[in-house]
């Protein structure tokens, strides 16, 4: 809504209003990146690349940007794409739907840390779930889904899937269904309506959906360390980071690894979103609504 | 679908709702109608009498609680909207945002297999007959209401249903575009000549452009009948109300012979026509303002006397309000000049005081 | 090309339509395998919280279905060593500190953006949505950086000041829809009866903005005690808040007795719900995701 404001006299002062908020973003969010971004290309000894190149020639660093890709970009997939079915079945507002979305909202509140102690205790060689496999015969054999791959990309999944079903389920609830229904008077069935009204309209909020989804899981960070293996197979880039920071004390280094972190997910954002600029920009109404 | 039919049979549909609080009500209760070949028929009434949801029926996006649909010989109630192969307008255009004009136009025609150099001469056509040659690749959002709607119905018949549904087309548009758009339906009904079920609550609208009138109250049909049977000749007192019978008073009978009916008051006395068996004593009067001129004199019968309250200039003619000695209100619709205070007599002929039983209290 | 229509006649027929070949059995099969993840999903999540909670009370667990045995002495022992008494406190002082402090920057925020335009406008719009997608990690190591030499690391102050960055923006992105929502002709007619803009807001809108300010109260707070990230980068030892000191608890499971974790787990656990149960009551579930609008004009 455009309210212009007929001022009487001088200045508006609700323009103030904003300026604390803004001061403070602009000192705590602003300047620390931009010092952080400069500190990088200040290491402690070499010349101003030095950090990056430091970066790209260990093999305790580099590989790591390729070691949290292969768990955030599956896990990221999984919880879009099996959302999507999900939340598309529940779009028509009714008690199932309130009772699920309640649900979902636990784990997501719940947080990282407690997930993955949940999963040590249940998921873990002795937990429930091996019990219930074994007597069931379902498989025979030690599972490990903890310290591991598995065990990270399951607690992103379990973190990451009701995120991404309640913000894809709130924008197939703003496509107005008065639109899939003028589809079947037109002869348009069940799949003919997604595949033609729903999935054109949505794929802008998927996009949006997948990179802060994406965001999410890259940043994984106390999971791969409580139930990953962060000496190896699931050292992820916030790992390295962290290590610089707090281990090393190197700060510079730090900083220019969290760059590359940042890098790298402005890369892939940037990606999809372009990809979504093919599809349909603009309102998800179908009249004067 | 056949592309053409000779009738279509409502029969007895029911549509149940459960309400609030465990009170199922019948949105739609036992509507029996047949639709001829050609025929435009009005769906008239307040909101909330279950004409919306008679045209959903028809339509397949409502499930029926009771009752058949049958087109000529085939039960269609049991088949999905997109089988039924009919063309419908909603209330709100529902214009695909995503899509130009030529693909919501063509939309149809695609779900049905044709390819777009096949359709592409048939969503020509389409694009003359709504007058919107030139808007071809416009998006939804580009366009101005009046434009949207003529997508609409191009939409609906492109693929040359049997059975063309409008569901209160014209309510978002202003009054002018309203007249407008109004004449471009009844053109295009002229020139296509496809059944076409019409949802309104506007009266002039119905009265306008329908071939039958089917009045509807509460889930329940009232009436059935030309415009002018209808406009004339309300069946009972809730049509009447509707089809601007504004001036209904409740009157004691005095005498009831061959259809004639006498009722008296201190302040009137009413000779008039039963329109349906009266029972009691009291009956409820109708007339219209338009059928009750003004005399500064007396005539023989059916005359009231009252004092000029309130006019209300119209141009053509005045809207007056007479107040009667009991003080009961008369609309008048008088031409010439009224001045407000005077004391005036009011006629009206016994044909058309219309007479219904009293309403069950 | 000439412009008359085309007869009806000399066209290509419409085809009619087929009947869909979609069968029955297919749909429903779809739908069951849907219904089965869903269940998969969250039966496993609560038999996962429940063995949280058995192990919490169980005196010893080895691979068996239940315990052994029970006692309710981990808590009594997790309480002591852990310091949960102080962690608690120091997490209540983060948590009000953040709530209050998001409030007060973001709703005035809130209120202009609603409001009015001004050039700028998007950028600061950007600013304010930016630390919301941004990863707290990504932005919190450099963060902590500049807060160590400053000499606020380690510091309830840091703490404070470093959960406040995703608050306050996530209370302007809860409270613009409730903004929009109140009638401008309410401050319109305030102003005829002669109040300037600082009391229109005090006297008019705040209190009309209630629900919305509890809500975004509510959310904040949930959030900011589930926020590991960057408590974690700016805490010290004694301005840990509870999921911090759970993490340390979990890393150092091996020397601690997991039953002692599991309890400190479950308190944990325990602050949250309620906090969420109450914040249910009043919020829609949606909502407690950070929900990024889109504009139809930046679609």
């Not at chain 2, 549904?165 to 758009?181: F, H, I, Q």
């Not at chain 3, 999921?243 to 309890?263: T, W």
């Not at chain 3, 249910?280 to 950070?290: A, D, I, Y």
Request: hydrophobic share 50%; proline share 6%.
């Amino acid at each position: 809504m455009i309210h212009a404001q007929a001022r009487v006299a001088g200045f508006d002062k609700a323009l103030l209003f904003v300026v604390p908020a803004a001061l403070f973003m602009l000192l705590l969010f602003v300047y620390p990146f931009v010092y952080g971004l400069v500190l990088s290309f200040e290491p402690k000894d070499g010349g101003a690349l030095a950090n990056y190149h430091k970066f790209f020639s260990s093999s305790r660093l580099w590989p790591t940007v390729g070691t949290t890709l292969k768990l955030a970009l599956p896990a990221t997939i999984i919880n879009v794409f099996v959302a999507l079915p999900i939340a598309y079945r529940m779009r028509v507002r009714s008690r199932w739907q309130r009772v699920l979305t309640t649900l979902l909202v636990v784990p997501i509140t719940l947080g990282t840390v407690l997930i993955a102690e949940g999963m040590l205790t249940y998921f873990g060689p002795r937990g429930w779930l091996a019990q219930f496999l074994q007597v069931t015969h379902l498989y025979d054999g030690a599972i490990r889904l903890t310290h591991n791959y598995w065990g990270v990309l399951i607690s992103l999944v379990i973190s990451g899937f009701p995120f991404a079903f309640l913000l894809i389920l709130s924008y197939i609830t703003g496509i107005d269904p008065v639109l899939a229904r003028a589809a079947s008077t037109l002869g348009a069935d069940r799949k003919a309506q997604f595949r033609h009204i729903y999935l054109p309209l949505l794929a802008p909020g998927l996009a949006m959906c997948f990179c802060l989804a994406f965001v999410q899981a890259f940043s994984v960070f106390p999971s791969a360390v409580l139930l990953g293996a962060p000496a190896g197979p699931t050292r992820v880039i916030s790992i390295a980071a962290y290590e610089a920071a707090f281990e090393q004390y190197d700060y510079s280094l730090a900083s220019a690894i969290a760059m590359i972190m940042g890098a790298v997910q402005l890369v892939i954002v940037a990606f999809v979103l372009s990809l979504r600029g093919w599809f349909y920009k603009g309102p998800v109404t179908g009249g004067k609504g | 679908m056949k592309h053409d039919f000779s009738e279509l049979r409502l029969d007895r549909v029911t549509r149940r709702f459960a309400g609030s609080g465990g009170n199922a009500f019948n949105a739609l209760n036992d509507l029996t109608l047949t639709v001829r070949r050609g025929e435009f028929i009005a769906l008239l009434g307040p909101s909330g009498c279950g004409k919306s949801t008679a045209l959903n029926c028809v339509a397949g996006l409502l499930p029926l609680s009771g009752g058949t649909i049958r087109l000529d010989d085939t039960r269609i109630d049991t088949l999905p909207p997109e089988r039924r192969g009919f063309g419908m307008v909603f209330q709100n255009y529902a214009l695909f945002p995503h899509m130009s004009v030529v693909k919501n136009i063509g939309f149809g025609l695609r779900m049905r297999g044709m390819t777009q150099a096949d359709a592409a001469p048939r969503i020509a056509n389409a694009l003359r007959l709504v007058q919107l040659t030139g808007q071809e690749s416009k998006l939804p959002g580009q366009l101005s209401g009046g434009q949207q709607q003529r997508v609409a119905i191009a939409r609906a018949i492109v693929i040359e249903p049997p059975l063309i549904l409008m569901d209160e087309p014209l309510s978002n548009l202003d009054a002018k575009l309203r007249l407008e758009t109004r004449s471009e339906i009844r053109r295009i009904h002229r020139e296509l000549g496809r059944a076409t079920i019409y949802v309104t609550h506007d009266q002039d609208e119905a009265l306008s452009l329908a071939d039958r009138i089917v009045v509807m109250k509460d889930g329940v049909v009232q009436q059935i009948g030309t415009p002018e049977e209808v406009y004339a000749q309300p069946a009972n007192i809730h049509v009447a109300r509707f089809m601007g019978y504004r001036n209904v008073i409740e009157l004691p009978v005095t005498s009831e012979r061959d259809g004639r009916v006498t009722l008296e008051a201190p302040d009137m006395r009413l000779t008039g026509v039963a329109k349906l068996p009266l029972d009691g004593g009291r009956a409820l009067v109708a007339m219209r303002p338009e059928e009750i001129t003004i005399a500064s004199e007396p005539a023989a019968t059916n005359v009231i006397g009252g004092r000029v309250d309130s006019v209300e200039y119209g141009g053509r003619d005045s809207l007056v309000e007479v107040v009667t000695s009991s003080g009961a209100r008369l609309h008048v619709r008088a031409a010439g000049k009224v001045s407000p205070g005077a004391n005036v007599f009011v006629h009206v002929p016994p044909e058309r005081v219309l007479v219904y039983p009293g309403e069950a209290q | 090309m000439d412009n008359a229509t085309i007869a009806p006649h000399r066209l290509p027929a419409i085809p009619s339509i087929r009947a869909s070949r979609g069968n029955a059995v297919a749909e429903r099969a779809w739908r069951a395998l849907l219904l089965g993840l869903i269940t998969l999903f969250l039966v496993n999540i609560a038999l996962m919280i429940a063995a949280v909670a058995t192990n919490s009370f169980a005196s010893r667990w080895l691979g068996t279905w239940l315990p052994q045995g029970w006692t309710s002495s981990w808590y009594v022992d997790a309480w002591k060593e852990f310091q949960l008494a102080s962690i608690l406190w120091v997490t209540v002082e983060v948590v009000v500190a953040v709530v209050v402090l998001s409030l007060v920057l973001g709703v005035p925020a809130a209120y202009t953006l609603a409001r009015r335009e001004f050039r700028g406008k998007r950028a600061l719009m950007l600013l304010f949505l930016l630390p919301l997608m941004v990863p707290p990690i990504t932005y919190g190591i450099p963060l902590a950086t500049v807060l160590y030499q400053t000499g606020l690391g380690g510091t309830l102050l840091g703490v404070i000041l470093a959960n406040l960055i995703p608050a306050a923006p996530f209370v302007i992105l809860v409270m613009t829809p409730f903004i929009e929502q109140i009638d401008p002709n309410l401050e319109a007619a305030a102003r005829v009866f002669g109040a300037n803009t600082w009391r229109t807001f005090v006297h008019v809108l705040v209190p009309l903005l209630g629900p919305g300010i509890l809500a975004a109260s509510l959310l904040v707070l949930v959030r900011t005690i589930a926020l590991f990230e960057l408590t974690f980068l700016t805490a010290g030892p004694d301005s840990q808040t509870l999921v911090v000191a759970l993490y340390y608890a979990v890393f150092a499971a091996g020397v601690r007795a997991p039953q002692s974790v599991d309890a400190m787990a479950m308190i944990y656990m325990a602050v949250t719900l309620v906090w969420l149960l109450i914040a249910l009551r009043f919020v829609n579930p949606t909502q407690l995701v950070s929900r990024v609008k889109e504009h139809p004009q930046t679609a």
